[in-house]
């Protein structure tokens, strides 16, 4: 048996004869018994990575391997011992909660009996006891993301694929799978996470990679990257776009990684936060260039890919490969 | 919330019987969607009696007449059976269509299943909806004066011929589902096709009725061959169709022809994009 849970090997994988190329030769290692997360904004391959490794779609090139079996070679042994869950919440609408769980475990080719017993308990667990008889169409969006992490959870696999499993949620149904995610990890799973949050990967992540156009830009713990990203945004508002222009000058050198200049707003990411607002406060009152306001921030997923690629996460995305085929299809 | 782990329970059996199985799974979810979706419910079981009344009592009052013992009601109703059975293939394009669209499809995908199981279970679940339509069209038929002579066995066979007929069909609605990009589309691109097969036919008027540059077409288009075999059964003595009793064999060798090239090509088009 593989060290690792899930192991991917160079995968390329193209799209529309080699016109898109969703991932350009992206290698992972995903130890057993922890969150791994594949941070990343739209379009940069982390959906057609979890399709990938799930068996949905085939690799272009490279291999990979779940629970030490290849997803090309032996797609059923993979499917055995995953879940698959998402921000599309794939449950089937005209079904109840209840229904959902009974005919995935029964497509699972589980017994009968501890399909009807396990998705009583799942439906309990995740406080969807008073909906399981009501259509899903009834359900709000936390509660079909629920339903959805259910369903991948029915045959207990050892791991779990979570594809942006928050996205689009409110603020207190976050929460709530934050918890379970990290119910599930205690208990054993591995679980595998596509997230453009980087609070969630943050909060959730032991380790994770950073992927940008279909390529890593970025690996290591949260910590490391944080360092490496720098900690924090420091951000001046000067009173006119001249200010702005005289301003980012004078502050350059106080931080190492490039600034950002927006109208008539700076934005720098820094080590020490305090001292380089104090260092830059400084430099700009010598110069006498007031300033309309200053905070210190941690920084957004926005502040991790201009430090890292030098461009703005949504900048000069390709059409998203990313969703499903059809999803994509349903929005052209 | 907690999650508890148990030891999951896989139950044993032969991979055959898994792959019927997971086709009756995923027929059984379809046809509680099709009960449960006013608006499915009223396209397969309104639909049909709507056109049995309207063929039986506003153009067949008078307008449309066939020359056969019964009058116009025993030359109608068995059209009408074919015709409604075709006209429930629109739903197999229009659910796979959907499927597709909302990431279910995906999600089967990534599940042990028979993999053949999406498009069987499909076809079976509007198997099945047929079978429901053509017990209603029956009852509703014998209730406006539809009087078959063939008998009974002859009946059932009529019956068969209809539903394997509209199941082999059914896999090019399939495709069609699949290659559609949502589930109006699916419709749209649907009736093209469903217009001429079933109008441009023996179904509601005498071929020999239209005029001449369609008759061709009319009369040994698959639709039209399916017609005249569950008419000669059910009826037994329709004179107007010489040779109707080779219809049925023509029927059925259409039935296969069809599902020979649409079946292949929907289970490619499937694995090309689910």
């Known amino acids: ?332 | 919330m907690t999650v508890t782990t148990t030891e999951t329970i896989h139950a044993s059996k032969s991979s055959l019987r898994w792959a019927v199985s997971d086709v009756l799974t995923i027929a059984r979810r379809n046809m509680l969607a099709i009960i449960r979706i006013p608006t499915a419910l009223v396209f397969s079981v309104l639909q049909p009696i709507m056109f049995v009344l309207l063929f039986r009592y506003i153009f067949g009052a008078g307008a449309i007449k066939v020359n056969i013992p019964g009058g116009y009601v025993n030359y109608l109703i068995p059209g009408i059976i074919v015709q409604t059975t075709i006209f429930g293939a629109v739903g197999t394009a229009i659910g796979l269509a959907e499927d597709l669209q909302r990431g279910l499809i995906e999600r089967f995908r990534a599940l042990p299943m028979a993999r053949m199981a999406v498009l069987a279970g499909r076809t079976v679940s509007d198997l099945g909806r047929n079978v429901l339509v053509l017990v209603i069209i029956t009852l509703v038929g014998f209730a406006v004066g539809f009087r078959p002579h063939g008998g009974f066995v002859n009946y059932v066979v009529a019956c068969l011929i209809t539903l394997l007929f509209a199941y082999c069909l059914s896999w090019g609605f399939a495709y069609i589902g699949l290659a559609a990009p949502n589930s109006e589309a699916a419709q749209a691109m649907t009736f093209p096709l469903i217009f001429p097969l079933t109008f441009a036919s023996g179904i509601f008027v005498q071929v020999s009725k239209m005029p001449g540059w369609l008759q061709g077409f009319a009369t040994y288009q698959p639709v039209s061959e399916v017609t005249k075999a569950v008419r000669y059964l059910m009826d037994g003595s329709n004179v107007l169709i010489p040779s109707a009793g080779n219809s049925v064999w023509v029927a059925i060798l259409w039935s296969v022809g069809l599902i020979a090239i649409l079946g292949p090509l929907a289970t490619a088009k499937y694995k090309k994009v689910a």
């Open chain 1, 1 to 332: 048996m593989s060290d690792f849970a899930v192991e991917a090997n160079d995968i390329v994988r193209t799209f529309n004869d080699g016109g898109v190329q969703a991932l350009k030769g992206v290698s992972l290692r995903v130890p057993r018994g922890e969150v791994f997360g594949l941070l990343g904004p739209n379009g940069s391959g982390k959906t057609t990575m979890v399709r990938i490794l799930s068996t949905i779609l085939s690799p272009t090139s490279g291999s990979a391997t779940v629970d030490g079996f290849d997803v090309v070679k032996h797609p059923d042994e993979v499917r055995r011992r995953i879940g698959l869950a998402g921000q599309y919440a794939t449950v089937d609408e005209n079904l109840t909660g209840y229904e959902n769980l009974r005919m995935i475990g029964s497509l699972n080719h589980l017994d009968k009996d501890y399909v009807i017993s396990r998705a009583k308990s799942l439906l309990d667990e995740f406080g969807l006891s008073d909906a399981a008889n009501r259509n899903v169409k009834t359900y709000s969006g936390g509660m079909r993301r629920r339903l959805d992490l259910g369903a991948a959870l029915v045959a207990n696999p050892p791991i779990l694929f979570l594809d942006e499993p928050t996205t689009g949620l409110d603020p207190q149904s976050r929460q709530d799978l934050w918890t379970i995610i990290e119910n599930l990890v205690e208990g054993g799973t591995t679980v595998l996470l596509t997230t453009q949050y980087l609070e969630e990967a943050d909060r959730l992540c032991k380790q994770l990679v950073v992927l940008d156009k279909g390529s890593i830009i970025a690996q290591g713990t949260s910590q490391e990257l944080k360092t490496q990203l720098g900690a924090t945004v420091l951000s001046l508002t000067f009173h006119s776009t001249g200010d702005a222009a005289r301003g980012v000058e004078l502050i350059r050198d106080v931080s190492a990684k490039p600034a950002n200049v927006e109208g008539t707003v700076v934005e720098l990411t820094v080590e020490g936060g305090p001292a380089a607002a104090a260092d830059a406060l400084r430099r700009l009152d010598a110069a006498h260039v007031s300033l309309a306001g200053l905070t210190l921030r941690e920084p957004s997923l926005d502040d991790v890919f201009l430090n890292l690629t030098g461009h703005k996460a949504d900048d000069d995305v390709t059409p998203s490969d990313d969703a499903p085929t059809s999803i994509r299809k349903a929005r052209a």
